[in-house]
């Protein structure tokens, strides 16, 4: 506005000086115009011809005011029109973002998150009855509002003596994963392979360490989108010996292999494929 402003007052500006400075010009031109001439003398003739010349002056002049006030007109028409079209441009914009804001959000809200539940631990039996093997049974959960589909899941352990490497790959075990749809609160769970009683037995003296992780993958209402979580914890284990069916255990989180979709250790492993 402030622009606008100053463009009316130089327009005013100029069409005063025009107009004071034709005044001006008019009134000198009467004031030094020579009386009629009674005969065609060469001096009547002269005085004739620069009045004139000073007639022509002035509507020189005119025509160069009213040209220049025509020409700013002309170019405050424009930086309007150009401002107006900027700031068309500028609510459209936001409009645009606006919308893909609210789209977003309602997504976020509406979307499935399959988050890690629980772990447990579940032990086979040999043909006499006695304990062979334990394995590590990890549960997912639907806490979002809109089911989950295609779900896939997995779990794998490793047992080592010493921490994982720093550039540790966590490869999936050999074997199907866990599938199905998840509603709300649903869950699915998935198992790693089964661990021996001796290696059992070696992680409740302290000898070895267990490591476990998994993941599950999962489609919602958007197209085109997959969703990934990950969990990965070192489990100690206690109240043994390894043949105790009430043997316990508790987790503790690891940094690597812990995250959701973009903050995830892998991206999905699989593209979704839709019929049209």
């Known amino acids: 506005m402030k622009i606008v402003f100053q463009w009316v007052v130089t327009l005013l500006f100029v069409a005063a000086a025009a107009a004071g400075l034709s005044h001006i010009l008019l009134t000198v031109s009467g004031a030094n115009a020579p009386p009629p001439c009674a005969d065609l003398t060469e001096l009547c003739m002269q005085r004739t011809d620069a009045a004139a010349n000073r007639s022509l002056l002035i509507a020189t002049v005119i025509e160069i005011a009213l040209s220049a ?4 007109a002309v170019v405050a028409t424009i930086f309007l029109s150009a401002q107006a079209t900027k700031a068309a441009v500028a609510a459209a914009d936001a409009a645009n973002l606006a919308v893909a804001l609210a789209r977003e959000t309602a997504a976020r809200e509406l979307r499935p998150y399959v988050t890690f539940d629980s772990w447990s631990l579940e032990y086979k039996l040999d043909a006499n009855g006695g304990i062979e093997s334990w394995l590590v049974k990890v549960t997912w959960k639907n806490t979002g509002i809109s089911p989950a589909t295609s779900v896939r899941a997995k779990a794998t352990h490793d047992i080592r003596e010493e921490e994982l490497p720093t550039h540790f790959s966590f490869p999936d075990r050999v074997g199907d994963e866990s599938a199905g749809s998840l509603g709300k609160d649903g869950t699915v769970s998935t198992c790693t ?19 476990v992780w998994s993941w599950v993958e999962y489609e919602g209402f958007e197209a085109e989108r997959i969703y990934r979580s990950e969990w990965h914890s070192e489990l100690h284990l206690w109240n043994g010996p390894a043949t105790n069916q009430d043997l316990k255990g508790s987790n503790g989180l690891r940094e690597q292999f812990n995250g959701s979709d973009e903050h995830c250790f892998r991206q999905p492993a699989r593209k979704v494929k839709r019929l049209a």
């Open 69 to 72: 006030i025509g020409t700013l």
């Open 193 to 211: 392979e089964f661990i021996p009683v001796a290696e059992i037995q070696a992680i409740l003296d302290g000898s070895t360490r267990l490591f």
